[in-house]
């Protein structure tokens, strides 16, 4: 299975946009990327998925790039209700598919 | 909106015992998903079923068994519990016919073995 590496964690102040970055330098053509996060004491929570195309939602837009291998989740401007661990998962086009958390990214907001 | 829900919130339980942790998706959901989170780890799929058949199967231990019934809803059994085991337990649901592949969980189960 193709591995995301994500840093362990990142800051940012409240009402700035945060850019959370993900590398799959492994990934193959069915894969789409999914970011799920994790509030504490909570169970994770879908954010976003895209395949090619960069998309948005009302949570979060997601950038892919061109040739695939990387993604960048972006806040546009992060509450101190988004602190949380935030994971980039590669999963398969078929619905139904496990997902497979890696080391996410826990990210820290400043009031 | 309705949520996956999962019973019992807390569970304690001594070594060698055995727990049920019961799921109930949301409704129209066909799959469920069962994944363990230990202290300070990120989850980990254990297993999934779709139309009450088992779909997929991880790193779940054979002391573990679980099972969809009619009504979708699902049970894991955990046998000669150990102090291992102690997690959270999450569960999700998804329907293909909804947005692809989206999950969503559960609040949780917390086991622990003592």
């Not at chain 1, 790039?65 to 988004?82: M, P, V, W, Y």
């Not at chain 1, 999963?91 to 996410?104: C, I, M, N, Q």
């Not at chain 2, 085991?85 to 909804?98: R, T």
Request: charged residues 20%; aromatic residues 10%.
């Amino acid at each position: 299975d193709a591995k995301t590496t994500q840093p362990n964690s990142m800051e940012s102040n409240e009402e700035e946009p945060v850019h959370l970055p993900c590398n799959h330098s492994t990934i193959s053509g069915t894969d789409y990327i999914h970011w799920y996060r994790q509030l504490p004491s909570q169970g994770p929570e879908y954010v976003i998925h895209g395949l090619t195309s960069n998309v948005n939602n009302r949570m979060a837009s997601l950038a892919i790039a061109e040739d695939r291998k990387s993604s960048t989740l972006i806040l546009h401007r992060a509450t101190l209700r988004d602190a949380a661990v935030y994971y980039c998962i590669l999963s398969k086009k078929t619905s139904g598919s496990r997902l497979t958390f890696g080391e996410g990214t826990q990210l820290t907001v400043n009031p | 909106a309705a949520g996956v829900i999962q019973s019992p919130r807390h569970l304690i339980k001594e070594k060698r015992e055995t727990a049920t942790l019961k799921c109930y998706p949301i409704p129209r959901h066909d799959t469920v998903y069962w994944y363990q989170q230990g202290p300070g780890q990120d989850p980990q799929f254990l297993i999934s079923f779709y139309e009450k058949m088992q779909s997929d199967k991880g790193s779940i231990p054979d002391r573990f068994s679980a099972q969809q019934f009619s009504d979708y809803h699902s049970e894991l059994n955990m046998s000669s519990l150990e102090l291992g085991d102690s997690a959270l337990y999450f569960c999700a649901s998804s329907s293909p016919i909804l947005r692809f592949n989206e999950q969503f969980f559960g609040p949780g189960t917390r086991l622990t073995v003592l």
